[in-house]
């Protein structure tokens, strides 16, 4: 609790600063608030945010890095909503804001976070020219199939994820979230998921519930599943030695999906795991990490 002392009087005459480690600021027209679980998210965070207002709020939606997202209510007039740091945006503040509707007026609260940097690793990697250089066929493939994930990224449904997620194997090391890749002199997109090495035919499951937006067959991802967990949260799953899930079949969190193998571009077994989420790509141990509501 800030008083009337000097501190307080610094805080209001730089009203639109926020200070490293504060809460995030909010700003809202007094009918709607925001709140946010973190106001010093650093790169590959994910950041819950939660809207209150006095009453059911209609058309909410909540805004962050250019786009709209759906926002699932928790209770009466209560709402929650997950956006994430992608690995690579920039840092410093950025916004997060909610608005809609209460009683046929427009309303809307925002708050400002401070995105914080993060080291990742850097890999040097020697590999075979087979395994680092591609020819036009594979190449054109590589594409299309990256083009084809992007689309199905897109498509944003009812959010039915739900804190706390599950991991998606019993034991759970993670390993290279972010590394810098450096294949045979050439700097190549940094890894946006965790490895985690386990024995091909480790049972594989669902980290919350939702829908199978993609099961199918990939270049680098081998054998790869894709669950749509709603309002823009997705969870990918590649190398698996087999899967046991179709396109559109619902699921639910905890079922066996498939898998740990080595399908597609792999050197041994291991599982690829990564968890994207309205504005990138985070890091699956933050999100495993969030604090129960
Ligand atoms: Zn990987």
């Known amino acids: ?68 997202w759906p926002m699932r209510e928790t209770a009466p007039g209560r709402y929650e909503g997950l956006i994430g740091v992608d690995l690579d945006d920039p840092v410093g503040p950025a ?56 689309r199905r990224f897109s498509r944003v449904t009812p959010p039915r994820w739900r804190i706390p997620f599950l991991p998606p194997v019993e034991e759970y090391r993670p390993e290279n979230f972010g590394a810098r890749r450096v294949i045979n002199g050439d700097r190549r997109m940094p890894h946006s998921a965790v490895d985690i090495r386990l024995p091909g035919g480790t049972p594989v499951r669902a980290i919350a519930d939702g829908r199978v937006a993609f099961a199918g067959e990939q270049f680098f991802g081998g054998r790869s599943v894709v669950i749509d967990h709603g309002g823009g949260v997705f969870s990918v799953y590649y190398h698996l030695k087999e899967f046991s899930v179709a396109e559109g079949q619902e699921i639910f969190r905890g079922d066996r999906i498939g898998s740990v193998g080595a399908t597609g571009r792999a050197t041994g077994p291991h599982l690829h795991f990564g968890v994207r989420v309205p504005g990138g790509r985070v890091d699956p141990t933050r999100l495993f990490a969030l604090p129960g509501r």
């Open 1 to 68: 609790m800030i008083g009337l002392g000097s501190v307080g009087i610094l805080a209001l005459c730089c009203g639109l600063t926020v200070i490293a480690g504060a809460p995030a600021l909010a700003a809202s027209d007094g009918t709607l608030s925001i709140s946010v679980s973190t106001g010093t998210p650093a790169l590959g965070d994910p950041v819950v945010v939660e809207v209150a207002a006095p009453g059911a709020v209609d058309n909410l939606v909540l805004r962050w890095k250019g786009a709209a």
């Open 95 to 150: 916004m997060v804001s909610a608005e809609g509707f209460l009683d046929g007026a427009r309303t809307r609260a925002e708050a400002v976070v401070t995105i914080s940097p993060r080291k990742f690793a850097v890999q040097e990697l020697t590999l075979p020219k087979g395994m680092a250089e591609f020819d036009d066929a594979t190449l054109v493939r590589i594409g299309a199939e990256a083009a084809e994930l992007s």
